[in-house]
């Protein structure tokens, strides 16, 4: 008889490559974003909700196109 050892191949990840992705550049643009704004001089709350909404659209938006 012939036995084929079969491997293990583990837990499935938590993301997806594709999500990784989307979630990466959501990131990268909200820091983007936020420091541009408190570097412009807005308050470091503003700055921190104008990174909040361009993570939010660029998510949104990067969800929509990357298939």
Known sequence: M???QTEDPGP???L???AAVVLLFGVVGA???GGMSALAGASWA???LTGAGAFLA???FLNTIIG
């Open 2 to 4: 012939d036995r084929r």
């Open 12 to 14: 499935e990840p938590l």
């Open 16 to 18: 997806s490559v594709r």
């Open 31 to 33: 820091c983007a974003a």
């Open 46 to 48: 503003q700055a921190t």
């Open 58 to 60: 660029l998510v949104a």
